[in-house]
């Protein structure tokens, strides 16, 4: 059902959620206000849901997460708060989400790791806070846009180069060594730094000599700091 580009208004009716057997749903670029209806959740056979470019606010519905046979989900351009749902994880067809310039907030939520499908993830434009979790390296965007959020560092390598322009006023200050972020150095932070080196990963925080490199000499140097 293709009404895009109409001047439609008002809400998007709860009835929405009797046409079961809709592909497709485009109501974008229009007037449309209110919220976005639970019913939506419902139309299980959908593959392309437009809601983008229009007028609308509250959270986006945890029921969003029933619509498994998405390829495409667009809500940029509205007015939406609140948190992203854990259950756009449940949307691992997913090739394109795109999710930016509206009012989400909180955390990039763990299941975003299960879109291995994503060509295209848009999450700019947001007051998103919090660390990038390092699984954000699973989903299929190798080069996702996360600028204009708040965003704090340190931000995981496989998209470092991407994550733009961060508002970190309200990041708390990163304390060199403190692996487990628990605002303490003790012999916690020396083990994730050898599970790290035996990973081969790469953290800021546990380059205690700033070389650019995890090895033995960062371990020493942080028991170090321990002992003393």
Request: net charge negative; aromatic share 6%.
């Amino acid at each position: 059902m293709g009404l895009s580009y109409n001047p439609l208004t008002g809400e998007i009716p709860v009835e929405i959620g009797n046409l079961t057997n809709l592909r497709t749903l485009h109501l974008n670029w229009n007037y449309l206000t209110g919220e976005i209806p639970s019913e939506i959740g419902q139309l299980t056979s959908l593959t392309t849901l437009w809601l983008e470019n229009n007028q609308l606010t509250g959270e986006i519905p945890v029921e969003i997460g029933n619509l498994t046979n998405l390829f495409r989900l667009d809500l940029y351009d509205n007015q939406l708060t609140g948190e992203i749902p854990v259950e756009i994880g449940n949307l691992t067809r997913l090739g394109i989400l795109s999710l930016w310039d509206n009012q989400l907030l909180g955390e990039i939520p763990l299941e975003i790791s299960n879109l291995i499908n994503l060509s295209h993830l848009y999450l700019s434009d947001n007051q998103l806070s919090g660390q990038i979790p390092i699984e954000i390296c699973n989903q299929g965007d190798s080069s996702p846009s996360l600028y204009n959020n708040q965003l704090c560092p340190p931000y995981p390598e496989c998209i470092e180069d991407y994550v733009g322009e961060q508002d970190t006023s309200e990041c708390e200050s990163e304390i060199l060594g403190d692996l487990n972020d628990d605002q303490l150095i003790n012999v916690q932070d020396v083990i994730i730094l050898v599970n790290y080196i035996l990973d081969s990963y790469s953290h800021e925080q546990g380059d205690m000599n700033q070389d650019g490199v995890l090895n033995i000499q960062d371990v020493i140097i942080l028991i170090g700091i321990i002992l003393d």
